[in-house]
T-cell receptor, first 116, second 112 residues
Framework: AQSVTQLGSHVSVSEGALVLLRCNYSSSVPPYLFWYVQYPNQGLQLLLKYTSAATLVKGINGFEAEFKKSETSFHLTKPSAHMRDAAEYFCAVSGGGGTSYGKLTFGQGTILTVHP | NAGVTQTPKFQVLKTGQSMTLQCAQDMNHNSMYWYRQDPGMGLRLIYYSASEGTTDKGEVPNGYNVSRLNKREFSLRLESAAPSQTSVYFC???????????FGQGTRLTVV
């Protein structure tokens, strides 16, 4: 069984400030972890993924995340927020093996607001 | 590249009506999925098809049926719509690129 908890349903930052979106997971097997972004009225776009290689993962749009097994965390960061980063962000986990790559368990989502 | 295409984009149903949501992918992926998205709950898996000819229940299958018509197409049917099925539905597919799942643009369904 797997689960994901995103801490904070809303995060607000100023443009140029650090973005930190928190994600904790539980999984009975070595997990694959993902961050997706959703802009209004659109589908989900993959930001980055962890699939048991390097623990620090770099994604698109300047985002990165670090897999910490001891803390069961996969927090998303960006050094400097931009207005275009305003969106909803989802953390997700999958069991990873066989044909299960797309069987994702999602967190509740975090809405990121960026103020000028 | 079209990727994952869903139709329709919007739909309003009356309670008890039936409808089928269509999904097609052009990436030659083996696996396809249907999720629903509700505010504050993220996305939840309804059904999935690991390969052509197979389907399995996900986390919230009640009230839905699916058909994997061929490798490209995976449809979701609501036999008797209920207000609790008001949601945004996403189709997705995945292939050999580990961990890369592609999502459609979604179908916004309202049941009144």
């Amino acid at each position: 069984a797997q689960s994901v908890t995103q801490l904070g349903s809303h995060v607000s930052v100023s443009e140029g400030a650090l973005v930190l979106l928190r994600c904790n997971y539980s999984s009975s097997v070595p997990p694959y972890l993902f961050w997706y972004v959703q802009y209004p009225n659109q589908g989900l776009q993959l930001l980055l993924k962890y699939t048991s290689a390097a623990t620090l993962v770099k994604g698109i749009n300047g985002f990165e995340a670090e897999f910490k097994k001891s803390e069961t965390s996969f927090h998303l960061t960006k050094p400097s927020a931009h207005m275009r980063d305003a969106a909803e962000y989802f953390c997700a986990v999958s069991g990873g093996g066989g044909t299960s790559y797309g069987k994702l368990t999602f967190g509740q989502g975090t809405i990121l607001t960026v103020h000028p | 590249n079209a990727g994952v295409t869903q139709t329709p984009k919007f739909q309003v149903l009356k309670t008890g009506q039936s409808m089928t949501l269509q999904c097609a992918q052009d990436m030659n992926h083996n696996s396809m999925y249907w999720y629903r998205q509700d505010p504050g709950m993220g996305l939840r898996l309804i059904y999935y098809s690991a390969s052509e000819g197979t389907t399995d229940k996900g986390e919230v299958p009640n009230g839905y049926n699916v058909s994997r018509l061929n490798k490209r197409e995976f449809s979701l049917r609501l036999e008797s719509a209920a207000p609790s099925q008001t949601s945004v539905y996403f189709c997705a597919s995945s292939g050999r690129d580990r961990g890369r799942t592609f999502f459609g643009q979604g179908t916004r369904l309202t049941v009144v």
